[in-house]
């Protein structure tokens, strides 16, 4: 059949306009060349809230568990709680939240394992933050909550402040129902300890040794109930500890470790994560050395296939949860093809946390806000790599 000329027009333009509205679509989705968004959500919501700082851990039953530090007023406040919520069904559902530790100070930056004995192991920090005016405005705060804060500040004898203040980790061999008690380390770190292939527990953090602060390297041997200091991560020697935050680690395939540290100096143009190995599982460190990623902190896992993948908070424009991928054990990152896991409207966001599902796919949790004019939630981002392929 012969087209008219004005058919074949609108029909080429018909064509162009589905084509763009595929584009469309796929750009919906999170389409590129190396990953697809699948679903991003809220997860937990606390109405006039704050919630920061997640991770999160695959069980060994398929449930996954996210800790966070909810029902904050802000950023820095005396009221943070160490909370988890859980998933059954791969992530597309939560429950309502629980309270793991309500010690008198705030409790922050929570993370969670699993351990190969069914432990759940659940790290985070104490501070006194909130009492101290060089470190929160406190003109700034309205009328009553200052009140409310002085009023508790006040409760805090020395007693209290001493046997609170520190870094922690704390165990429940039921599933999460019980807790037991309190045990100090000496270093923390957002993220937690890992577990090695040997069954250790491996604690990269920042703390302190010979009465200095350092990047101390933890272990257990015993599922978490004692730890012991084995090593310290060494600096350049034009670099100062000042600038070095939040590390996490992971074991390769061939038992090298990879750590990466949050790295702020004054000039945010070098805000590239550190990093350092160790090939004698963690007796000894490389001095620590740039990558190419702009971001912090960092949360590392070793996907099925081997390779690395670290997550990290992007605080500048565009403002942005972001991923990047090793396929050489942490050698190199593959910067030029890095992984917008979800966008933000400002800069009080991050520190994203990622599993890989059975299927192949990742979930990550992270922090940010939702809606303008809302204080932050946890939300999570369901997402694959479009290739697994080493």
Sequence with gaps: MVETSGFAARRRIGTLLAAL??????????????????????ICKQSGRYIGWPTIAKRGNGELVAVFSGDRDAHV???????????????????????????????????VIETKSGTLLVSWFTSLAFDNPKQVDWQRLPEDVLTSWKRHSAKLGPEIREEWLGHWVRRSTDSGQTWGRPIRTNGSAPHGPIELSDGRLLFVGKGSHEGQRALTVEESCDDGLTWRLVSTVPLPDDESMDHYHEPHAAETDNGRLVALFRYQPRDSAQCLLRQSESADAGATWSVTHPTPIWGYPPHLVRLANGWLLVAYGRRKPPFSERACISKDGGNTWDVEHEITVA????????????????????????????????????????????????
């Excluded at 509205?21 to 809220?42: D, P, Q, R, W, Y």
């Excluded at 909370?83 to 559902?93: A, C, K, L, P």
């Excluded at 059975?358 to 939630?377: A, L, M, N, R």
Aim: aromatic share 6%; proline share 6%; net charge negative.
């Design 21 to 42: 509205v595929l584009v469309a679509g796929a750009h919906a989705l999170g389409e590129n060349t190396v990953a697809t968004i699948l679903s991003s959500k809220v």
């Design 343 to 390: 966008d933000a409207s400002s800069g009080d966001l991050g520190y994203p946390a990622s599993v890989q599902l059975d299927d192949g796919s990742i979930f990550s949790v992270y922090y940010q806000i939702d809606q303008p004019g809302e204080k932050t939630c946890l939300m999570g981002t369901h997402w694959r790599l479009n290739t697994l392929a080493p």
């Design 77 to 111: 406040c005396p009221w943070g709680k160490t909370q988890m919520v859980r998933s059954t069904d791969g992530g597309h559902t939560w429950s309502e939240p629980v309270t793991i530790n309500n010690t008198p100070l705030d409790d922050r930056d929570a993370g």
